[in-house]
């Protein structure tokens, strides 16, 4: 349902409930459910955001994700959960190997105090470039 919502509707955003996939998880993993509130939370430490890497970057640059993970998290203090190509809405990644190339127009998935603004991501990008080469 919700890809067909999806293809009729773009940019429609689908959710579904959690509690039976935590019950699952919890009986797996003992303690994923704080672990899976913490994330949830809104009244207390950090939370998820997204970021578009703005079109003003090279367009033949790209960075490993790997190398791009360890500067957010130095630089910003901020976790890289994932990145989504918009061209192919289909390749949502979390967590995705460090060797896969990020570039422009990528949505970027984090976890951190605060939402990074489009300078912020620019710069974070270019200093994990550099620190590429």
Known sequence: TANMLRRT???IECTQGLSIEMLVRSATDAGI??????????DHGATQFQG????SLPSD?????????????SRDNV??????????????LL????DFMVGRGDTLY???N????????????MSAAQGAS
């Open 52 to 55: 578009c890497l703005p079109d």
């Open 9 to 11: 509707l773009p940019g």
């Open 79 to 92: 976790t890289l959960l994932g990145v989504c190509r918009p061209s192919s809405q289909s390749q949502q």
């Open 95 to 98: 967590n995705p190997p460090a």
């Open 33 to 42: 459910s704080r672990v899976v509130n913490e994330l949830l939370a809104i």
């Open 114 to 125: 605060k939402r990074l603004t489009e300078t912020e991501l620019t710069t974070l990008f």
């Open 110 to 112: 984090y976890m951190g």
């Open 61 to 73: 640059q790209t960075v490993r994700y790997g190398e791009l993970m360890n500067q957010a998290k």
